[in-house]
């Protein structure tokens, strides 16, 4: 990913758990049954989609979930993103393999504790992949069949650990090295086709950079419906994804929190806003309390400040 230029880390990391639930009535023995309590309405956040990439390799998970509208108490951020296993090649068997490391492994196989406890606030949590230096990319897939066992791989994983989807971010592969093809016209159609098939009902989303991104229509099939979100790579910048999906599913705003400044991110949630796109993108959140930096766009897309929890 980038801050225009700037790459981004390859990346993942911790978090803890939470889990609550309470329900009682009272009964009296010379009275009718008092009915146990009507349940609060649940929370329904008004505006935009807030996603949050979470350098795992640098920060926990779990600081999404610390954040809150002041108003209302919603949650500010609806996605978490983990950043980021790998596409990898295995030169052996010429077949490209997801590729955890430790910590995206760490966050993964503590789950209960990395993972469940922002699902349970209602957050929705994306694995995403990212290329890795070795030649193998989402858009490089030499047949049907190779594209299709590669999405197994990534739906055997949201099932494994109990995750929300997958994000695609087509940097970094290096397509050519170790003997591999350059990007084909079919590859990732065939990819998306095939996962989608996988997981109905689980998110798909891109991150709209590199050679797959172009590439989303093949033998009269186009991919584009079959995203749930896509939203601009370049930080601090206002860019249109070009891809056939409502502008409720887009972000065309891309702020990295601590770095873009917040007169920047408060313009871009306003635009977000006045313009009717339903996405905005952040990236990088981190550790500290951000909840000025927060504050700068959440005003702007839901009208209240940002309350942080440690």
């Known amino acids: 990913m980038f801050t225009l230029v700037r790459s981004r880390v390859r990346t993942a990391a911790l978090a803890l758990s939470a889990v609550a639930a309470l329900a009682f009535g009272t009964t009296g023995a010379a009275a009718a049954p008092t009915p146990a309590p009507t349940p609060a309405p649940a929370l329904a956040k008004q505006g935009p989609t807030s996603v949050a990439y979470v350098e ?6 779990l600081n999404v979930g610390k954040y809150t509208l002041a108003g209302s108490g919603d949650n500010v951020f609806d996605v978490a993103v983990i950043f980021a296993a790998n596409i990898n090649y295995d030169t052996g068997t010429k077949a490209a393999y997801l590729h955890f490391n430790e910590n995206v492994r760490r966050v993964l196989d503590n789950a209960a504790t990395e993972i469940r406890p922002l699902q349970n606030k209602g957050i929705k949590v994306v694995l995403s992949v990212l290329g890795n230096h070795q030649g193998a990319g989402f858009a490089n897939f030499p047949t049907q069949q190779a594209a299709s066992a590669f999405a197994k791989q990534l739906s055997d994983t949201v099932a494994k650990y109990g995750l929300d989807g997958i994000d695609f971010d087509d940097e970094y592969a290096q397509y050519g090295n170790n003997g591999t093809g350059q990007p084909n016209d079919s590859s990732f159609v ?3 086709t095939a996962l989608r098939a996988n997981m109905p009902n689980k998110i798909i ?6 050679p797959a991104a172009s590439r989303l229509s093949y033998g009269g099939v186009d991919v584009s419906s079959k995203f749930d979100y896509a939203w601009n790579p370049y930080y601090g910048t206002w860019q249109v994804p070009r891809i056939a999906l409502p502008k409720s599913k887009l ?10 400044s917040q007169s920047t991110a408060a313009d871009l949630a306003r635009r977000t806003v006045s313009e009717g796109y339903g996405v905005y993108l952040t990236y990088n959140l981190d550790g500290s309390d951000r909840s000025a930096d927060v504050s700068a766009f959440t005003r702007q897309l839901y009208g209240s400040d940002a309350r942080y929890t440690p």
């Open 190 to 192: 065939h990819l998306v």
């Open 56 to 61: 795992v390799n640098n920060h926990s998970m």
């Open 205 to 210: 989303s891109l991150y709209n950079i590199g």
């Open 251 to 260: 972000s065309p705003a891309a702020v990295e929190i601590g770095r873009t």
